[in-house]
Every structure is written in structure tokens, then in C-alpha cells.
């Protein structure tokens, strides 16, 4: 079962724009986070928002959460190449320790 | 990679060997997860362990087993893999001493069944 669906799965842009991808999930949760994965490496984590916050920030990073329409979505300001990577969003709608991760979205920021 | 190692990080078997791979830590983190990652289906959890001796399903457990005999090692073990099996497989902990609900991940290990 994917808790979490991401749109779009591809987004290709121009350094310095902003890029936004959104993750859709099913059942109810008491968090969403985001996580970004390198080519060939393991997932980090970028940002956690919890079920009674609307938005969050850290640094270029915005994230909110529309727990009415069952939706998240991640803002990254003024693109750098270095921020080409997948961006997955993840849920604890199946128990704090049984993330569920999307099928992620593939960023690319063209020089 | 949060102090995680993972062993191999990369290998080939045939069809119906037993496979063992190794998630290595060392700062005592409670939880240890084993995930796989295909493509089109993101990451998906195989098993956790949240102590020695303390293990969980995950979404896809049917084919692996899991082991925690010390806190510093969870192994997952292929009983006799299978094509289907071929995939990337990553290692991750989370601590309540740091943020319960963060997870870090190894680097991964790739691993191909022919």
C-alpha cells in the first residue's frame, strides 16, 4: 500500500527558481516528513511537521499541511544544482516506527 | 550516513543461495529498520527491531527474516533469494534520545540475484 503519492514524479528547472512537489496521503497521521536522497545514497532527512501545524521553515525549505485535503507539500527557494536529487515524503499513519514513504520526486536544476 | 554502515554494499548470488546482509551501528540507537528500494515503488519497510531480540514486520517481510542478537547489528537474511529480491536495500535507526520520529540512513547495499 503507498500512504503517499507524489506529484509530479519528475520536475526539471532553472537554478534560482523555486521548486514545489506535493505528496497526497490517504489515512489520518501524526506527522509527515521529507526526506531527500543523492544519486546513490541513503535518504536524508530535511523536515518534520506535525498534524496540528499548518507550515513549517527551515531555511529555503517551506512545508505545509492540509490535513483536511490529506496533502503536503515542499517548497525549495532559489534552486541551487546542488539540491538535484529525489524528495520523498513519508507518514506514520501505520504506526511511529512503519514510515511510509511516496514514490518520491526527481528533482533537477539545470544550471 | 549517521554512523550506520552496511556490509556488503554491493553483491551478486544466484537464485536460491541464502543471502546475509549487515546493518552496523555504533551509538546504541534503539530502533533499526531494513528497507528496500525499487524502482516505482519508493522505499518500503521489511522489518524493524525496537530492541535485542525485539523485531516487527514491515510491509513486505514475506522471503527475509530479521535478527538482533546486540544492539549494534541487525542482520537480514534472504532464506533463498529470488530475482524478485533483486533490489537496493538500506538500513536506517531512529533514537528517542534524538528526534523519535527522524530516521538516518546507511549507504545502502546493492544487491543483484540472477
Known amino acids: 500500500s503507498q500512504q503517499g503519492e507524489e506529484d509530479p514524479q519528475a520536475l526539471s528547472i532553472q537554478e534560482g527558481e523555486n521548486a514545489t512537489m506535493n505528496c497526497s496521503y490517504k489515512t489520518s497521521i501524526n506527522n509527515l516528513q521529507w526526506y531527500r536522497q543523492n544519486s546513490g545514497r541513503g535518504l536524508v532527512h530535511l523536515i518534520l511537521i506535525r498534524s496540528n501545524e499548518r507550515e513549517k521553515h527551515s531555511g529555503r525549505l517551506r512545508v505545509t499541511l492540509d490535513t483536511s485535503k490529506k496533502s503536503s507539500s515542499l517548497l525549495i527557494t532559489a534552486s541551487r544544482a546542488a539540491d538535484t536529487a529525489s524528495y520523498f515524503c513519508?507518514?506514520?499513519?501505520?504506526?511511529?516506527?512503519?514510515?511510509?514513504f511516496g514514490q518520491g520526486t526527481r528533482l533537477t536544476i539545470n544550471p | 550516513d549517521a554512523g550506520i554502515t552496511q556490509s556488503p554494499r554491493h553483491k551478486v548470488t544466484e537464485t536460491g543461495t541464502p543471502v546475509t546482509l549487515r546493518c552496523h551501528q555504533t551509538?546504541?540507537?534503539?530502533?533499526m529498520y531494513w528497507y528496500r528500494q525499487d524502482p516505482g515503488h519508493g522505499l518500503r519497510l521489511i522489518h524493524y527491531s525496537y530492541g535485542v531480540k525485539d523485531t516487527d514486520k514491515g510491509e513486505v517481510s514475506d522471503g527475509y527474516s530479521v535478527s538482533r542478537s546486540k544492539t549494534e547489528d541487525f542482520l537480514l537474511t534472504l532464506e533463498s533469494a529470488t530475482s524478485s529480491q533483486t533490489s537496493v536495500y538500506f538500513c536506517a535507526i531512529s533514537d528517542p534520545r534524538l528526534a523519535q520520529e527522524t530516521q538516518y540512513f546507511g549507504p545502502g547495499t546493492r544487491l543483484l540475484v540472477l
Open positions: 513519508a507518514t506514520d499513519a501505520q504506526g511511529a516506527q512503519k514510515l511510509v
Open positions: 551509538e546504541n540507537h534503539r530502533y
